[in-house]
């Protein structure tokens, strides 16, 4: 079974240009959930989606947003990038509607210079 | 809102030893409580999590204990190897409709041959 799936692995971009991240989710699951890694900030929540629909948001500017296509997978945009936007972007999937056991795929380390 | 605080954030100890990270947690409604390791350029993954109903679960070299009380929970680690080294992440779900797990800032640990 294929894990959850991150495209690209690396991204660098100029301050102001936009970023777009993708997320392929096991097969299966319904739930996709963005998060930020920024060096030693731990885990922070971006978005949730489940079944088409944002569900939740973090504490994040409008400049982040996403969406979830039909076959789940998902997709985060950061437009405006500004440089503490570097980070590394993790999306997790789940079965069921719930943060229980996320699986998380590689991340996608964004850099902005 | 939701917090949870994790320490110590880095630790350091030879193999065979054992190792003990604590977390505490803000929201007194939440009910599950996953660990991840994650590991230099991957994703987090979840070695082991627990249920509020549940006071103790062990798997292998590893357990976590949870004291809903006092909002904390624990991670030991026995017999550390070398393979263990990697950064752990403590985490607590939220409620409310707005499910999602709330992360630690993590802590580094090495084991040293």
């Known amino acids: 079974e294929a894990g959850v799936t991150q495209s690209p692995t690396h991204l660098i971009k100029t301050r102001g240009q936009q970023a777009t991240l993708r997320c392929s989710p096991i097969?299966?699951?319904?739930?996709v959930y963005w998060y930020q890694q920024a060096l030693g900030l731990g885990l922070q929540f971006l978005l949730w989606?489940?079944?088409?629909?944002?569900?939740n948001r973090g504490n994040f500017p409008p400049r982040f947003s996403g969406r979830q296509f039909p076959n789940y997978s998902s997709e985060l945009n950061v437009n405006a990038l500004e440089l503490e936007d570097s980070a590394l972007y993790l999306c997790?999937?789940?079965?069921?509607?719930?943060?229980?056991?996320?699986?998380f795929g590689s991340g996608t380390r964004l850099t902005v210079v | 809102g939701e917090n949870v605080e994790q320490h110590p954030s880095t630790l350091s100890v030879q193999e065979g030893d054992s190792a003990v990270i604590k977390c505490t947690y803000s929201?007194?409604?939440?009910?599950?409580f996953p660990w991840y390791k994650q590991e230099l350029g991957k994703g987090p993954q979840l070695i082991i999590d627990?249920?509020?109903?549940?006071g103790e679960k062990k798997d292998q070299r590893i357990a976590v204990t949870l004291n809903k009380t006092a909002k904390h929970f624990s991670l030991h680690i026995t017999e550390t190897q070398p393979e263990d080294s990697a950064v752990y992440f403590c985490?607590?779900?939220?409620?409310?409709?707005?499910?999602?797990?709330?992360f630690g800032k993590g802590m580094k640990l090495t084991v040293n041959p």
């Open positions: 997790a999937s789940t079965l069921e509607p719930r943060p229980y056991g996320y699986t």
């Open positions: 929201d007194s409604a939440s009910n599950y």
């Open positions: 989606y489940d079944e088409g629909e944002e569900r």
């Open positions: 627990i249920r509020s109903n549940v």
């Open positions: 097969s299966g699951h319904t739930s």
């Open positions: 985490a607590a779900s939220t409620q409310g409709g707005s499910e999602k797990l709330v």
